[in-house]
């Protein structure tokens, strides 16, 4: 089992900053990669950026020169640094970790962290 813990949400005006933060505890060895997604209200949860154990990364088109993912693999953390907010990254991210262990897949997620960007 992997717990995770996200945390950094908060209110900030478009153009501003926030960093996410997402604590893995548990059985976090063989996490394959890490995600956030984000669900704004009325709306489907959607993938914002990926992490892989090697290290690659991936980004919606959205997010793409204004979100950095990035991982700290001694505290076992992983950020999302958001720039140049606007009011449409406005939502509840969740962070996700996709575990394989003896060829069986586990899913897990965190509770999510709010973010809402004023204009």
């Known amino acids: 089992q992997v717990q995770l813990v996200e945390s950094g949400g908060g209110l900030v005006q478009a153009g501003g900053s926030l960093r996410l933060s997402c604590a893995a505890s548990g059985s976090i060895f063989s996490i394959n990669f890490m995600r956030w997604y984000r669900q704004a209200p009325g709306k489907q949860r959607e993938l914002v950026a990926t992490i892989t154990s090697g290290g690659t990364t991936n980004y919606a088109d959205s997010v793409k020169g204004r979100f950095t993912i990035s991982r700290d693999n001694v505290k076992n953390t992983v950020f999302l640094q958001m720039n140049s907010l606007r009011p449409e990254d406005t939502a509840v991210y969740y962070c996700?970790?996709?575990?394989?262990?003896?060829?069986?897949?586990?899913?897990?997620w965190g509770l999510g962290t709010q973010v809402t960007v004023s204009s």
């Open positions: 996700y970790a996709f575990q394989t262990i003896s060829g069986i897949g586990g899913h897990y």
